[in-house]
């Protein structure tokens, strides 16, 4: 099992997320991407990440209307980007 800090980044726009990921990634992160507030479900429900970064202007269900929901305060911290 990998033991390294989980980080779920959650952005719609594939650029965007990709370079988040993959700088993270880099500094020995294990880090996931997602492009929405369906697949942080789906993965918090599996899993509980260490850090959650959303963007606050997601389609839909935007990142304060998932950290009101309870579904980023579930992780040990969450932080909201814009």
Same mark, same amino acid.
């Given at each position: 099992?990998?033991?390294?800090?989980?980080?779920?980044?959650?952005?719609?726009?594939?650029?965007?997320?990709? *370079? %988040?990921?993959?700088? +993270?990634?880099?500094?020995?992160?294990?880090?996931?991407?997602?492009? #929405?507030g369906i697949a942080l479900r789906r993965l918090v429900e599996r899993e509980?990440?260490?850090?959650? *970064? %959303?963007?606050?202007? +997601?389609?839909?269900?935007?990142?304060?209307?998932?950290?009101?929901? #309870?579904?980023?305060?579930?992780?040990?911290?969450s932080a909201l980007s814009w």
């Amino acid at each position: 099992m990998d033991h390294r800090p989980h980080i779920v980044v959650v952005e719609d726009e594939n650029t965007q997320r990709n *370079l %988040l990921v993959d700088y +993270l990634a880099r500094q020995k992160f294990r880090v996931t991407g997602v492009d #929405g507030g369906i697949a942080l479900r789906r993965l918090v429900e599996r899993e509980l990440p260490a850090l959650v *970064l %959303l963007d606050v202007g +997601l389609p839909g269900e935007d990142g304060f209307a998932l950290a009101r929901a #309870g579904c980023a305060k579930k992780a040990v911290a969450s932080a909201l980007s814009w």
